[in-house]
């Protein structure tokens, strides 16, 4: 797997948890919140993505990613120990 992949699946959650969003254009540049997805929906995004990747890391350890692109590269990093 790699980050694009891992990106696709932010994304999909992201759709599932903000159904405002649905018909909304979303690449891994875009930030959760510039979308306007709140701090709650980005941590159930977040969790629902590290539970379809099979990590169980801390949430502070992916503290820092700008947008999706850059979620994707740490849970990738993470994933890869």
Avoid at 70 to 77: I, K, T, V
């Amino acid at each position: 797997m790699d980050s694009n992949q891992i990106a696709e699946i932010i994304i999909a959650e992201i759709r599932e948890t903000v159904p405002e969003l649905a018909g909304q254009p979303i690449t891994a540049q875009d930030s959760m919140a510039e979308l306007g997805v709140d701090s709650i929906e980005r941590s159930e995004v977040i969790l629902a993505a590290m539970e379809k990747l099979g990590l169980k890391i801390p949430m502070v350890q992916l503290h820092g990613a700008r947008n999706i692109g850059g979620l994707a590269e740490l849970l990738l990093a993470k994933s890869a120990g």
